[in-house]
């Protein structure tokens, strides 16, 4: 049974990083929008769309990637049903901004070439689609109860070490979308037309995602390189300390980028610091903060009571 669970928490996790890829293409293009020559020329309605909707994509990464940290600050890499749980509600979680992000983009592109009524008529066609895909059909099929008889795992090493590589590829491609972005944008007119102040800020941001980029390579590359591919206590608990500090630098390029872009679309500072800081305080709650809260409740209720609370009168 323990190996059961052990597997369904795999598959978890596999499926999460199957939700993450398609969140990636939205989020790379959310960013990237702001610098296009085209975005200039849009309506302000259509470009305050696309502020709305990058902040609905950062609100779906942000709750993709919360079960992998309380994998790690909460459960220390074992299996658990809460766990399974917890995947399962954070995914629906994530999918619901996704399907919203995505109506909203299709309207502004298509707008731009093809009239409002048709750019209405696609985004609520895309979202409707994928509203159904994704939500209509688990309510017409119904959920199956057997997992949640399951006993917790003791899970293996072998187990541990899978699933801390797995998590490091689900957190990459949020990196991965904007790491491209970044260098782009660098190249682009709409940068040329940035303050220097914001010119700063976004090479802030790209180092810290670089950062994020490089720490999630680490485990791979450390367990291949000086554990020959082998179990080990030791590489567990490194490459899980690079997984869990890699998302702190995730979520700081993901505020100095949108600050940048703010910054660009409103021309108003308070704006832009605002908008980075509701990003910033956001995941860090999210990833850090919820786990956390989590592990101490958890190690509370597990810790035995007082000495003298044992003592009775008499």
Request: aromatic share 10%; net charge neutral.
């Amino acid at each position: 049974m323990a190996n059961e669970l052990d597997r369904h928490v795999k598959t978890a996790l596999d499926e999460t990083r199957l939700l993450i890829l398609g969140v990636q293409v939205l989020l790379g293009f959310a960013f990237q929008a702001f610098f296009q020559n085209g975005f200039a020329k849009l309506p302000s309605s259509s470009q305050s769309v696309c502020v709305i909707g990058l902040f609905l994509v950062i609100a779906s990464t942000g709750a993709l990637l919360i079960p992998t940290m309380e994998h790690r600050l909460v459960e220390s890499g074992a299996s658990s049903r809460r766990l399974l749980d917890t995947t399962g509600f954070f995914a629906g979680l994530g999918l619901a901004p996704l399907t919203a992000s995505l109506g909203l983009f299709a309207y502004v592109v298509i707008e731009r070439h093809f009239g409002t009524t048709t750019a209405i008529s696609a985004g609520l066609m895309l979202s409707g689609v994928a509203l159904f895909a994704w939500f209509g059909l688990e309510l017409l099929i119904g959920s199956s109860k057997g997992v949640r008889a399951m006993e917790n795992s003791a899970t293996p090493l072998s187990t541990k070490i899978d699933q801390l590589l797995t998590e490091a590829r689900l957190i990459i491609p949020g990196a991965q979308a904007l790491f491209g972005f970044q260098f782009i944008a660098m190249l682009t007119a709409g940068f040329d037309m940035l303050s220097q102040e914001a010119k700063l800020i976004h090479a802030c941001g790209l180092c810290l995602i670089a950062a994020n980029v490089i720490f999630l390579m680490t485990p791979a590359a450390l367990h291949r390189l000086s554990f020959d591919g082998e179990d080990s206590n030791e590489f567990l608990r490194i490459g899980s300390a690079f997984v869990i500090a890699a998302p702190l630098f995730l979520a700081a390029g993901i505020a100095a980028e949108t600050y940048v872009v703010l910054l660009k679309t409103f021309q108003t500072e308070r704006w832009a610091i605002a908008g980075a800081g509701i990003a910033l305080t956001a995941l860090i709650t999210f990833w850090y903060a919820i786990p956390l809260a989590l592990r101490r409740a958890r190690a509370k209720h597990a810790s035995p009571p007082p000495r003298n609370s044992l003592v009775t009168g008499g």
